[in-house]
């Protein structure tokens, strides 16, 4: 049977995140969007580590679950068309920066883990070469090769995975810093590495440009900083519910276990375009390089962004597919497409209730954005939503695309459209 994985977000302990981001919370959510295992975070920061320690207890193998004692209350509050048993994996991101090729290098790396011993080890050797105590996600002056190599010495288990692996400051293969091909990261190492993390603002396609990438299987994650955000990105298996056979799917790319992904429209992300934020210029690589990657606005140089670099790096033409390749599905979250049809913001009272509403009616978040039938929304009051549903499934949407920093937008309908229509759903 088919499951959702989200296996890199962020605990409370990190910078700009959610204080509610805790295990309830997580256990809470991950139900309400119909993810089956999710990333425990932060592992390497020592008061989200013992708190890991004392509310998990052993699921699957290689998993966890939230105890009893924590869990009995939410999952009285979940609808019971949502229910649905949760396993935690142990995780976390790393941020490195050093010199390497006389470059100054800013690589972020997801660290996922089976065991507390596997992660404890890897924490005592971490502490020794940094502070890991300020930030849920700590800033280490180490390279990427040597983390890796640290990772696997504390348990050849372990896994390391690059993250959001175009970002331009903070990436493997990042615009401002990073490296031209993954092995020049982790040289002799790299067959240590079976799996990249696309980001937000890249999707499966715009990597198979890039031939370089072929022997690595792409993964999606949402790096959420609140538990709302939970499965923005996500994983589909069809293995064993276990680290060991998640891994293995992942390992081998077979495509009877590894499904492929859930994705944002990468025009969404926040760096999907180049631009100078500060000056509102958003702009594509062919204005960047007209006008030689200065803002037109300022003079300054613009930040690169992911489809600007994966050009640079590219080797194939867009719509390009390689021979081994998973499928991938662009959605937008359910808050987002109510808050459109409604008028208002996703935050607001009347999205909450809509939403509880729909899950109560039909089942969790991912169900109704992927298979809900348009003709049973329509019947229960929903016309707009089932059409809005209709076009993010065929991808007919309207793309503004982020840029340095500020998220792009991806709208369903012309504002005429959405009121010409709204009464169809009152």
Known sequence: MPFIADLHIHSRFSRATSPRMNLESLHRWAQLKGITVVGSGDFTHPQWFAELREKLEPAGPGLFQLKKKYAAGIDKEIPASCRAAVQVMLSAEISTIYKKGERTRKVHNVILAPDFISAGTLNAALQERGNIKSDGRPILGMDSKILLQLVLTASPENILIPAHIWTPHFSVLGAASGFDAVEECFEE???????????????????????????????????????????????????????????????????????????????????????????STCMSPEE???????????????????????????????????????????????????????????????????????????????????????????????????????????????????????????????????????????
């Open 189 to 279: 190492l790299t067959p240590q590495i079976f799996a990249l993390e696309t980001g937000l603002s890249s999707d499966p396609a715009m990597n198979w440009r890039v031939s370089r990438l072929d022997p690595f299987v792409l993964i999606s994650n949402s790096d959420a900083h609140s538990a709302e955000k939970l499965g923005r990105e996500a994983n589909i298996f069809d293995s064993e519910i276990s680290y060991f056979a998640m891994r293995d799917a992942l390992q081998t790319k077979d495509p009877k276990q590894f499904l492929g992904t859930i994705e944002f429209f990468p025009e969404e992300g926040k760096y999907h375009y180049d631009g100078h934020r500060s000056c």
């Open 288 to 426: 960047t390089r007209y006008s030689g990657g200065l803002c037109p606005a300022c003079g300054k140089k613009v930040t690169v962004g992911v489809m600007h670099r994966v050009a640079v790096l590219s080797d194939r033409e867009a719509g390009c597919k390689p021979r081994q390749t998973f499928p991938f599905r662009s959605l937008i979250p359910l808050s987002e497409v109510l808050a459109e049809v409604y008028g208002v913001g996703a935050a607001s009272k009347k999205v909450a209730q809509h939403y509880l509403k729909l899950l109560e009616t039909f089942g969790n978040e991912f169900f109704i954005l992927q298979d809900c039938p348009p003709a049973e929304l329509k019947e229960a009051g929903y016309s707009l939503l089932a059409e809005a549903l209709k076009r993010i499934r065929a991808k007919k949407v309207h793309i503004r695309p982020g840029y340095d920093g500020e998220y792009g937008v991806i709208k369903v309908f012309e504002p005429w459209e959405r009121q010409e229509n709204q009464p169809a759903l009152l």
